[in-house]
């Protein structure tokens, strides 16, 4: 049985002390950033080798959005657009839908062939005004309506594709005028203001198998704990939300935690999330997540194998190069605008 962790390692190749530590600490997961990616051929290789140090099918995440946050780019994959870019692309949400839809799809078929399963994708996060950028043209539309068309669109595709989505960041990022990476946002706005805007995209995709906290305080929840951590977010998640799938934290490693990374493992882990991300792949580091993490058992362990079953071994069909031709058709003059400049690692 594995413990209720995802790790990141250090470099393009596992280390014979990374295999030794992956072997003991027996994660359910990995996760990949852009220092552990060089070229198709290597990024197989290390996802075949990351399963063998445990002995098991284990997924594999990344952080692939497209935009500035896309940790397999040119010169071997695609440059994907950023979320608001299919919106951007057709300004209409019909024609959107089924650009997003294809999108997905299309990372999902350059994923399964290097062995990654998981994507933390779509973002569901609706920005209000006066927020701060960290969100940006990361979010598919500027309402919660289109934001859900557009995000389910991405997911179905990867799902299409053999790959699961996560959607994030729960309950909702886009009212944040800070950046978790680097402080602790709060957010002041009532229940009802939240629930019409922020949480509305993630009730209407509540049926998806995995999905990504905030590290962010919303006041009229828990006055004192992030949502990650917060034993009330994480109930108001399950039952307001209707969220019934696997619950990861974000990175331990953000700024918006506090206290040891042992605590804050322990304390998002009794908090309800069903496993932690430890992305920085510092093995003194990933010792102390290891010491606050137990076993994945239980309601955690159901809703883990329960997000596997959801993976389909035998993708729907796809002419790759003539769907990659009519999505760049379908983007053509709207993409370069639409990209912006790119993101350090951290960004999830």
């Avoid at 995709?205 to 034993?231: N, W």
């Amino acid at each position: 049985m594995s413990t209720a962790a995802i790790y990141g390692l250090s470099g393009t190749v596992l280390t014979d002390g990374e295999a030794a530590f992956f072997a003991d600490a027996d994660p359910w997961g990995f996760i990949l950033f852009r220092r552990n990616v060089a070229d198709p051929e290597q990024v197989l290789r290390l996802t075949d080798a990351l399963r063998a140090c445990v002995g098991r099918d284990a997924p594999v995440l990344v952080d692939q959005e497209g935009g500035r946050v896309q940790r397999l780019g040119p010169p071997h994959w695609v440059r994907y657009p950023p979320g608001a870019a299919y919106l951007q692309a057709t300004n209409d949400a019909f024609a959107a839908r089924e650009l997003a839809r294809l999108g997905g799809r299309l990372m999902a078929h350059d994923l399964k062939a290097v062995g990654i399963n998981v994507d933390c994708a779509p973002v569901l996060d609706v920005p209000t005004p006066g927020a701060h950028d960290i969100i940006g043209d990361r979010a598919y539309a500027r309402d919660p309506a289109t934001v859900a068309q557009l995000g389910r669109a991405v997911a179905e595709g990867l799902l299409a594709g053999g790959v699961l989505p996560v959607i994030k960041h729960m309950p909702g990022h886009g009212r944040a005028s800070a950046d978790s990476h680097k402080e602790l946002p709060t957010v002041h706005a009532d229940l009802a203001h939240l629930d019409a805007w922020d949480f509305a995209p993630f009730k209407a995709l509540s049926d998806m198998p995995i999905g990504m906290t905030a590290h962010i305080v919303f006041t009229a929840i828990d006055k004192r704990r992030p949502a990650t951590q917060s034993k009330a977010a994480i109930r108001l998640i399950r039952e307001r939300l209707g969220f019934s799938g696997l619950l990861l934290s974000d990175d331990l490693c953000m700024n918006a935690l506090s206290g040891t990374l042992t605590e804050r493992a322990e304390t998002s882990l009794k908090a309800g999330c069903d496993l932690v991300i430890h992305w920085t792949g510092d093995m003194a580091e990933m010792r102390q997540v290891a010491e606050g993490v137990g076993r994945l058992k239980g309601g955690a362990a159901r809703r883990a194998a329960a997000a596997l079953s959801r993976i389909v071994h035998m993708p729907e069909p796809l002419d790759v190069h003539e769907a990659r031709a009519r999505f760049d058709a379908l983007l053509a003059g709207r993409l370069d605008a639409a990209r912006g400049p790119d993101v350090g690692e951290a960004q999830a």
